[in-house]
């Protein structure tokens, strides 16, 4: 049985999981006097896709995001430190969610079946969430503007992958096969991605488990 197998349930988020994918939820349009209502990240989110849609990413601003949303920049820089990390999501919480889900894989599984596994259950996320994964995902994959950072992101996702991996083998993260996995595993993910993006008549979740296949080569399996 394929990796991908032993996972239950249907696909619901690399870099994506239900801390990236906001519920659906209203978003106020314009200003407000007085004190600024409470808001969410989910809120934020939703008001800042709409602009990007209408403007691009270049051209929205964090003061035009918050107009949109009715807070003040001082409140909006609470949730999100820049707009570059908008489109993330609250991805602190999504890469401890990752960490829990490899460190509940079996010890029994073998290292490259995990690390398989825990990959397609990352990658699950909601349907009915909005900004939709897949628009979220052309936003990063897609916006030049967003390469720099996004490359920080990749950093710590692979991280999480190292760490993991260090720890079964007894290694350290910085060692040179912890390092090797996280890199491919990065790799093969966002080519199941791209592949997805240009072909939204596949499901992620096959394409992922057969990118992730080409994992077990490196472990030796």
């Known amino acids: 049985m394929a990796p991908g197998d032993k996972m239950k349930g249907d696909l619901n988020g690399l870099l994506g999981s239900s801390a990236m994918a906001s519920p659906p939820a209203p978003a106020p349009r314009g200003s407000t006097l007085g004190r600024p209502p409470a808001t969410s990240h ?9 602009l990007f849609a209408e403007r ?3 051209g929205t601003t ?63 996320f909601d349907l009915d969430a909005r900004p939709s994964h897949r628009d979220r995902m052309q936003l990063i994959l897609g ?8 490359v ?18 007894g290694l350290r993260p ?6 090797t996995v996280g890199q491919v595993s990065l790799a093969l993910t966002i080519s ?15 394409l992922l488990d ?3 296949a080409g994992l077990r080569r490196y472990l030796g399996a």
């Open 62 to 124: 964090l003061d035009a995001i918050a107009t949109e949303v009715g807070i003040s920049r001082r409140t909006l820089l609470r949730y999100f430190e820049s707009k570059n990390d908008i489109p993330w999501g609250q991805f602190a919480r999504t890469l401890d969610g990752f960490r829990a889900i490899l460190a509940a894989m079996p010890e029994s599984l073998p290292l490259h079946e995990a690390v398989h596994a825990g990959v397609l259950e990352f990658n699950r």
């Open 152 to 169: 920080l992101r990749y950093g710590e996702w692979r991280g999480v992958i190292e760490e993991y991996v260090a720890r079964r083998l």
């Open 56 to 58: 691009g990413f270049e």
């Open 174 to 179: 910085d060692d040179l096969l912890p390092r």
């Open 192 to 206: 199941a991605y791209a592949q997805w993006l240009d072909h939204p008549e596949c499901l992620l979740h096959d």
């Open 143 to 150: 916006t030049p503007a967003l390469q720099a950072h996004s």
């Open 210 to 212: 057969e990118a992730m």
């Open 42 to 50: 989910a809120e934020i989110e939703q008001a800042a896709f709409r």
